[in-house]
């Protein structure tokens, strides 16, 4: 007996329903039924179906209201944290836009340098940056600042004033400062502009010698120190000190662009990845540095900082005077992910041009020596040994 078309229909429709509440059965127990209690990868069925009834009972029962959004980059960063390697991470987007503008050696801002005044915590501008919007706007060092945009920043914390200027998205930002030597509180105009940040800062000392620190590797490092080193050659310079005791490192780039505007020819460092795959990085030797040096190094000396130390201490170029340094021998890389978040994770160790794996172990300086409360003994030293050097 053949079925009518009306039957049909119904079947039809009776067993798409049926489906459909298979389906929610599936999807149900994948949810709730009791998660595998043996180890599994982040990737796996059971993980999903565990974050599912985590966020299951936090819509529930959670009392507070919920950003899923900071939840989800929680996760991830807390995936990547699951490596238990403090140099690998997690940014979103907008945070790795803030890194990469650091690295590079750029920020957006007005041009001040911001402290925190000991003897009553007031936030003063300890230096404006010549030229800067600032300066052009009338900020002048010493100013105490008052308001940024209207909103009370005479207590707040350096890091605190910093963040608020930098997440300013407006091309100009309005700030209150209090000038004690006319007592006046001046309220300024001042342009939010791309600015360069100095990671090199130069000094002519007594008896022709140059002093140079730098505080980090950025893209702009090698340039700074460049222009540093011409001034003081232009200055008479008979040696140099090169104080790297509060640089914590920065970009290989950075730190290689540096090492090969002045070192002689021949290997500066290497890497080699978990594949063994080996890269070397080499100083072409065309403007090479012709006075003694000596190298400030500490425990606070590390990264790329301890990569242009053990370069300067293989191939004898300078002396290493301090204490024994920090003891990071290993490089992270960063890759972009679909949505413009940012994975860094360490990819390989690096080695000084004679081999030596410096990581947990530090460089040990040719002279350690230890600082007093007092007295710079490290800076005394090299000054010591400089001078015999240049009268030779």
């Given at each position: 007996m053949m079925e009518s078309g009306g039957g049909k229909k119904k079947s039809f429709i009776l067993g798409a329903v049926c489906a459909v509440i298979v389906m929610i059965l599936i999807r149900q127990a994948v949810v709730y039924l009791p998660v595998s209690p043996y180890v599994t990868d982040p990737d796996s069925l059971s993980a999903s179906k565990k974050t599912r009834q985590i966020m299951r009972y936090v819509?529930?029962?959670?009392?507070?209201?919920?950003?899923?959004?900071?939840?989800?980059?929680?996760?991830?960063?807390g995936l990547v944290a699951g490596l238990g390697d403090p140099y690998s991470t997690y940014f979103t987007k907008d945070e790795y836009e803030t890194v990469t503008m650091t690295q590079h050696g750029e920020y957006r801002g007005i041009g001040i340098t911001i402290t925190t005044r000991a003897e009553d915590g007031l936030l003063q501008i300890l230096a404006v940056t010549p030229d800067g919007p600032a300066e052009k706007a009338g900020v002048k060092d010493g100013d105490l600042v008052r308001k940024i945009n209207g909103e009370d920043f005479s207590h707040a914390t350096t890091s605190e004033a910093a963040e608020a200027i930098r997440g300013i998205e407006e091309d100009t930002l309005e700030l209150t400062v209090y000038r004690e030597s006319t007592e006046e509180e001046l309220t300024f105009t001042v342009s939010m502009e791309k600015l360069e940040s100095y990671s090199v800062r130069e000094t002519m000392l007594e008896d022709g010698i140059g002093y140079i620190e730098i505080t980090s590797f950025t893209t702009l490092t090698a340039k700074q120190f460049d222009e540093a080193r011409k001034t003081l050659e232009e200055e008479g310079m008979k040696a140099l000190i090169v104080?790297?005791?509060?640089?914590?490192?920065?970009?290989?780039?950075?730190?290689?662009?540096?090492?090969?505007?002045?070192?002689?020819?021949?290997?500066?460092?290497?890497?080699?990845?978990?594949?063994?795959?080996?890269?070397?990085?080499?100083?072409?030797?065309?403007n090479?540095?012709?006075?003694?040096?000596?190298?400030?190094?500490?425990?606070n000396t590390a990264s790329a900082a301890e990569i242009f130390s053990g370069a300067?201490?293989?191939?004898?170029?300078?002396?290493?005077?301090?204490?024994?340094?920090?003891?990071?021998?290993?490089?992270?890389?960063?890759?972009?992910?679909?949505?413009?978040?940012?994975?860094?994770?360490?990819?390989s160790h690096y080695y000084t041009p004679n081999?030596?794996?410096?990581?947990?172990?530090g460089i040990t300086p040719?002279?350690?020596?230890?600082?007093?409360?007092?007295?710079?003994?490290?800076?005394?030293?090299?000054?010591?040994?400089?001078k015999e050097k240049s009268a030779q």
């Open positions: 819509d529930r029962y959670y009392l507070g209201n919920v950003d899923r959004q900071q939840l989800a980059d929680t996760m991830y960063l104080d790297l005791r509060i640089n914590r490192g920065g970009l290989v780039s950075g730190v290689y662009d540096t090492l090969n505007s002045f070192m002689p020819e021949g290997l500066l460092f290497y890497t080699e990845n978990k594949n063994g795959s080996r890269k070397e990085f080499s100083s072409k030797g065309e090479v540095l012709e006075v003694p040096m000596a190298v400030l190094v500490s425990e300067v201490k293989d191939h004898n170029v300078a002396v290493l005077i301090g204490t024994v340094t920090f003891g990071k021998g290993i490089v992270q890389d960063s890759y972009v992910l679909a949505d413009g978040s940012v994975l860094k994770l360490t990819v081999g030596t794996d410096i990581h947990t172990f040719d002279i350690e020596i230890e600082n007093t409360e007092e007295e710079d003994l490290q800076f005394e030293k090299a000054v010591e040994i400089l």
